[in-house]
């Protein structure tokens, strides 16, 4: 038979054509100007606009979701020679994609953006703005690229790849977010524009361990045991790095032994052996090894100290049968006392079964009580990491206030098993990533997110002020963020139980704003419980059960030291608030 050769021709015609597409589909920025861009010049299809090219409008507002990088209104570059250019709609791009480039300064990164235009209103585009900023920071970097006037795309079009030119300088290890936008800028901006977040890469992940001291920390940890003697070698930091001390640290048996290492560098100045004193036989440690500098990255290990440092050797076992009789008559009468001693704790179990309660402070289980007085232990998962709860307030009802709420985040984390993120403990973050990026990086990361609602709040958020102080701004911004978040999930038909709001006894409901309604209420005291069993997922009741926690309930959290503490701060937030009520002096000026 013959071969078909017009099939085979005819798929080398067409991988031919996917080929000379691919490589078409990639597009660079040209260097070119506006007047270029205006006659449709074939050589100005993908340019590069500089801010000479281009007059900001100032009708634009500052306060826009972009901060001071706004998009460029389309008038000021195409629209005035045809007017009807800046009157489409073009949906957003998709696939933005992040590409580290290779640079020569080990403490800044260099990234490119790559991104596919959307189908929908190709043909009416004109361009591309990417806007580059570091979350919690100020840094804000623009890039605008426009279309020949005479281009026009079809939907087969969308497959282009297009890049921006690259970013450069760039802080190690920070988070950026990029936006790119789809021109001309239409009325409905929450389809027009693409977001993406990403890290720009750790010193190590750049330039190397050996290069980062900031970051280095020992590699090489190898432990071994010669009868009574524990002995750790690990490699030492690169001489230029000057390090000359270093330290140890293990726990078990509940105790933790420290160890100073001074290393002698003219016997060995690329690793040391040092001996871990003090431990006990029998007990597994857990063991962290770091430079004796601030701030240093430790290296945790494994150690495991054996009981048997010195065996009796098995010819004297056999030369002594006084000594063998005496052995096996040990062993009997041990596993007769372990039998017995077991048979007693299970009884002794049994019965004070029903007594037992909740301790919330490991979280290891909670008590299900009938109305029989008989008691049931229900286990949870001890692998279950506890909840993270990030805590929301505003600090414009004075320091009293402020005190409750920081005493409530000591409560729920000593006495809920609730893992709590507060503001107020996290100042060394805060610094590092601004308040907000703190902010947005915590309600993305945390399980739960909980506002506490009172006066001052809602007050702020129905006067709001470009005065305002940046806790207040900031607190103003995740009321609104969380409330939109609350309305995408209902409309999408989602949970929405990460969200939740929580007033004080001298606060009231009213004091909720509307952006919050959808959210989960509590009067915190009177609610402790209902809060736990929201954050632990329990039931609180079935038929015939109910929950019991000890000392989580309005009549007995007091009874703790911690919640003695927040009982005493809220009496004194409330006589505050009442003394203001009755001089009549608001809290909001």
Request: proline share 5%; glycine share 4%.
């Amino acid at each position: 038979m013959r071969p078909p050769t017009l099939t085979l021709d005819l798929l080398l015609l067409i991988s031919l054509l996917i080929y000379t597409r691919g490589e078409q589909a990639s597009y660079r920025p040209q260097s070119c100007t506006l007047e270029c861009i205006r006659r449709g010049d074939p050589k100005c299809e993908y340019c590069r606009i500089t801010t000479d090219d281009v007059q900001v409008s100032t009708i634009v507002p500052f306060s826009s979701p972009f901060g001071s990088c706004v998009p460029w209104p389309c008038h000021s570059f195409l629209g005035q020679e045809s007017p009807d250019v800046c009157q489409h709609y073009v949906h957003a791009p998709h696939n933005i994609n992040i590409e580290f480039e290779h640079n020569e300064e080990p403490t800044y990164d260099t990234v490119t953006v790559s991104w596919n235009p959307s189908q929908y209103g190709i043909a009416f585009l004109r361009g591309f703005q990417v806007t580059l900023q570091v979350l919690g920071g100020s840094q804000i970097l623009c890039q605008l690229f426009l279309l020949g006037s005479n281009l026009s795309l079809t939907p087969a079009d969308a497959q282009r790849v297009y890049y921006s030119d690259p970013f450069t300088r760039l802080f190690l290890d920070r988070e950026y977010v990029v936006t790119v936008m789809a021109l001309p800028v239409p009325e409905r901006w929450n389809q027009f524009y693409q977001k993406k977040q990403f890290f720009t890469q750790t010193c190590p992940e750049k330039n190397g361990l050996e290069k980062c001291k900031k970051d280095w920390h020992p590699t090489y940890v190898e432990v071994h045991q010669d009868n009574r003697d524990v002995y750790v070698t690990f490699n030492l930091a690169p001489e230029n790095f000057g390090v000359r001390q270093y330290f140890s640290s293990c726990f078990g048996g509940g105790r933790r032994n420290y160890t100073s290492i001074k290393p002698d560098f003219s016997l060995n100045k690329t690793h040391h052996t040092y001996r871990l004193q003090n431990l006990q036989a029998g007990t597994n440690y857990s063991c962290e090894i770091a430079a004796d500098v601030v701030d240093a990255v430790r290296k945790t290990f494994l150690v495991v100290v054996n009981r048997n440092f010195e065996e009796l050797p098995a010819s004297r076992l056999t030369d002594s049968p006084s000594l063998m009789v005496l052995l096996s008559l040990g062993a009997l009468l041990s596993a007769t006392a372990v039998l017995a001693f077991s048979i007693f704790y299970k009884k002794r179990l049994k019965k004070k079964k029903a007594l037992t309660k909740l301790r919330p402070e490991i979280a290891e289980q909670y008590y299900d009580k009938k109305t029989d007085s008989e008691g049931q232990c229900v286990l949870l998962d001890k692998s279950m990491r506890p909840p993270r709860l990030l805590i929301c307030y505003s600090s414009n009802d004075g320091p009293a206030h402020v005190r409750v709420v920081l005493q409530l985040a000591a409560f729920l984390q000593r006495h809920m098993a609730t893992q709590v993120h507060l503001d107020l403990w996290e100042a060394l973050g805060i610094m590092e990533e601004g308040i907000m990026g703190w902010h947005c990086r915590r309600m993305k990361e945390c399980d739960f997110v909980l506002v506490i609602c009172s006066r001052g709040l809602l007050q702020n958020q129905i006067n709001q002020s470009e005065d305002e102080e940046p806790l207040e701004n900031t607190t103003l911004a995740v009321v609104s963020m969380i409330g939109e978040e609350l309305c995408r999930a209902k409309a999408l038909g989602q949970d929405l139980s990460k969200y939740m709001v929580a007033i004080f006894e001298y606060s009231q409901e009213s004091d909720i704003p509307a952006a919050l309604s959808l959210a989960s209420r509590y009067i915190l005291t009177k609610d402790l419980t209902l809060l736990f069993s929201h954050l632990h997922r329990v039931a609180l009741q079935k038929p015939g059960v109910y929950l019991q926690v000890e000392n989580i309930s309005q009549s007995g959290y007091y009874k703790l030291p911690a919640g003695a503490t927040l009982q005493l701060a809220i009496q004194e937030a409330k006589a505050q608030f009442s003394e203001e009520q009755c001089e009549g002096n608001p809290i909001i000026s």
